[in-house]
C-alpha cells in the first residue's frame, strides 16, 4: 500500500493552478488521440444503453501531466455526491486539525477524592468527539474505550462513588441528526444520532442464539453490556426444520428491547437498535464498569447536555482520568474507506467548535466552506446540508469535485490523505469492484450510494502510467444501482486500459 501511495505521490505536487477547459468530448491534437477518441466513442455507447440512458449523468476526467480536460459531461451542473461528499468533510480537517490531531475523552469530578477511596461528588464522563469509543476492538492490545477510563480511576484508590454517574455530550451543541435526513435514515445504523459522547457507533448489537431444546427460551446477549437498557426475552427455540420468526426491537421512548418470534435450531441471529440517548447510555456503561471492578457506585446514571452547567461549574470540575484517540488520519481511513457516516458528522461538528465556537453542524459546514476560500475553490453552484453526503441537500457539480481533488494534490498531506481512500479489488468499499488486473490497486477513490444514486471520485494510474483525477455522478437512476456501478466501473476501466 505504501509504495503505491508513494507512486502517486510523485506525480501530483507541482500541477498547475488552473484548469483547461475544452468542450465535451473534444479530441486533444496529441500522440494519444486515436486512444482517447475510442475511449470517447465507447463511454457514449455505454451511457445509451436501455435503463442508463434515463439516468442524469455528469462527469470530468483531467490528465494531471497537463491538466488537460479528457471528457467533460454536464461539468457544471449540480448533482446528489451522496458519500463523495466525505471527501470534503475529511480533507477540510486535515487542512484544519492536522494529521495529529487527537480527540480527548475524560472524567471529572465536583467532588474530592477522600483518604478512605470515597468520591465525594460526582463522575463526569465528558466526550469531545472522539468518534472511535468502542467496548471491543479487533486489537487486542487495545483496552476498550470505557474500561481503560475505568481502570485509570480504580488505579487513583476510588473505592466508592457517592455520587452520580453522568454522560456529557455538551461539546457539541445538540443532540440530533443530519439535515435532510429521512425517517427511514434515521432507523438505520447508517443514521445514528450525533452526539459528542458516542460509543459503539451509538447502536446496541443484540445476539440471539437457542437454547439447547426446543420451546425453550432463546438465550440473548447484549453489546455494550450495559445496565441502561433492560431485555424482555419472550424468544422460544423451535425445531430444526422450524420458520424462523425471531425479530429484535426498542420500544421508542422506553429502555426496553424486545425479543420475540421463533429461532429455529441451530440458528443465531445478530441484530441492533440505535441508541436514543448515546451520552447516558456510555455513563451506564462506565458505571457498570466500575461496580464489576469492585466499585460501589450509589447514584444513577445520568446525562448533561449542553447548557444544562453553567460556565462556573464547568470550570470546577477536575480531571481525573482522560484518554487520548488514534491520531486523525487514523480516523480518516475509517471515514472514507469504511464510509461512516456517524463518524463524518462528528468530525463536521468537532470543526464548527474548535473554530467556529460552538460544536454544530452550521458551524461547522462554515469552517469547510471557508476552506474552499481559503482554497480558491469555486463552490457557487454547491450547496452543503451535511458532512457525510445522506442529506439530499448536499449537491456539487463534476468539476468542483474534480478541482477538490486537484487541491488536495498539491498539499503536503497529499500522501496521507490518499492512503486514506478506498482501494480498487483491495479494500474499504472499492474492495468487491475492478478486482481483476489492471484494475486493482490502481483507483484511490470515495464511493457514493443513496437511492438512484451513484458516484466515483479519486485518483487513478493508467497502465501507459499516466495519472488522472476523476469524477463520476450518476443520479436519478431508474435501472439497479448495480448496473449503474457497473458502467462507471467499466468507464473507469477504459482509461485504465487504453489511455
Not at 425445531?239 to 418470534?261: D, E, F, K, W
Request: glycine residues 8%; contains cysteine; positive net charge.
Amino acid at each position: 500500500m505504501t509504495r503505491r501511495i508513494s507512486r502517486f505521490c510523485r506525480f501530483f505536487p507541482a500541477l498547475p493552478s488552473a484548469l483547461l477547459f475544452i468542450t465535451p468530448f473534444l479530441i486533444p491534437t496529441c500522440f494519444a488521440a486515436t486512444s482517447l477518441e475510442t475511449i470517447q466513442t465507447r463511454i457514449s455507447q455505454y451511457l445509451k444503453r436501455p435503463g442508463i440512458r434515463s439516468t442524469h449523468w455528469g462527469m470530468e476526467v483531467i490528465d494531471t501531466a497537463d491538466n488537460q480536460v479528457l471528457v467533460s459531461l454536464n461539468p457544471d451542473k449540480p448533482f446528489t455526491p451522496a458519500s463523495v461528499l466525505k471527501v470534503l468533510t475529511t480533507s477540510a480537517a486535515l487542512e484544519k486539525l492536522g494529521p495529529d490531531f487527537r480527540f480527548r475523552t475524560g472524567v471529572y469530578t465536583n467532588g474530592r477524592l477522600l483518604p478512605d477511596g470515597t468520591l465525594a461528588g460526582d463522575l463526569y464522563l465528558v466526550g469531545r468527539g472522539d468518534p472511535n469509543l468502542t467496548e471491543t476492538s479487533e486489537d487486542p492490545a487495545e483496552k476498550p474505550a470505557i474500561r481503560d477510563l475505568a481502570g485509570k480511576l480504580i488505579a487513583l484508590g476510588i473505592k466508592r462513588v457517592e455520587g452520580n454517574v453522568i454522560g456529557d455530550d455538551s461539546y457539541f451543541d445538540t443532540t440530533g441528526n443530519g439535515k435532510g435526513w429521512t425517517a427511514h435514515d434515521l432507523k438505520s445504523v447508517y443514521g445514528a444520532p450525533i452526539c459528542a459522547l458516542s460509543l459503539n457507533n451509538n447502536v446496541v448489537w443484540i445476539s440471539v442464539w437457542p437454547a439447547t431444546r426446543a420451546k425453550q427460551l432463546v438465550s440473548v446477549g447484549m453489546e455494550p453490556r450495559n445496565s441502561y437498557y433492560r431485555i424482555r426475552n419472550l424468544g422460544v427455540t423451535g425445531s430444526r426444520r422450524a420458520r424462523r420468526t425471531a425479530a429484535v426491537r426498542l420500544i421508542r421512548g422506553t429502555r426496553t428491547i424486545v425479543v420475540s418470534g421463533v429461532l429455529p435450531a441451530r440458528q443465531s441471529i445478530n441484530r441492533y437498535v440505535v441508541m436514543e440517548n448515546p451520552a447516558e447510555v456510555a455513563a451506564s456503561v462506565l458505571k457498570e464498569e466500575l461496580r464489576q471492578n469492585g466499585v460501589v457506585v450509589e447514584g444513577q446514571a445520568g446525562a448533561l447536555h449542553s447548557g444544562d452547567m453553567s460556565p462556573a461549574a464547568r470550570h470546577a470540575l477536575v480531571l481525573l482520568a482522560e484518554r487520548e484517540s488514534q491520531p486523525l488520519i487514523r480516523e480518516l481511513e475509517i471515514i472514507n474507506k469504511q464510509s461512516q457516516n456517524l463518524h463524518a458528522e462528528m468530525l463536521l461538528r468537532t470543526l464548527g467548535a474548535e473554530f467556529g465556537g460552538e460544536g454544530t453542524e452550521e458551524a461547522g459546514l462554515q469552517i469547510v466552506r471557508r476552506f474552499l476560500v481559503d482554497a480558491g475553490i469555486e463552490s457557487q453552484q454547491v450547496s452543503l446540508g451535511d458532512g457525510c453526503g445522506l442529506s439530499r441537500e448536499n449537491l456539487v457539480t463534476p468539476r468542483f469535485q474534480t478541482s477538490l481533488l486537484k487541491y488536495i494534490s498539491t498539499r503536503p498531506y497529499f500522501g496521507l490523505f490518499l492512503g486514506t481512500l478506498a482501494v480498487s479489488g483491495m479494500d474499504g468499499t472499492l474492495k468487491n469492484r475492478m478486482t481483476a488486473q489492471p484494475m486493482r490497486g490502481v483507483i484511490f477513490a470515495k464511493t457514493g450510494t443513496l437511492n438512484g444514486v451513484s458516484t466515483l471520485s479519486g485518483y487513478m494510474t493508467t497502465k501507459s502510467g499516466k495519472q488522472l483525477i476523476f469524477s463520476i455522478f450518476a443520479n436519478d437512476a431508474r435501472t439497479s444501482i448495480t448496473r449503474v456501478r457497473r458502467t462507471i466501473d467499466e468507464i473507469c476501466s477504459l482509461f485504465v486500459n487504453l489511455y
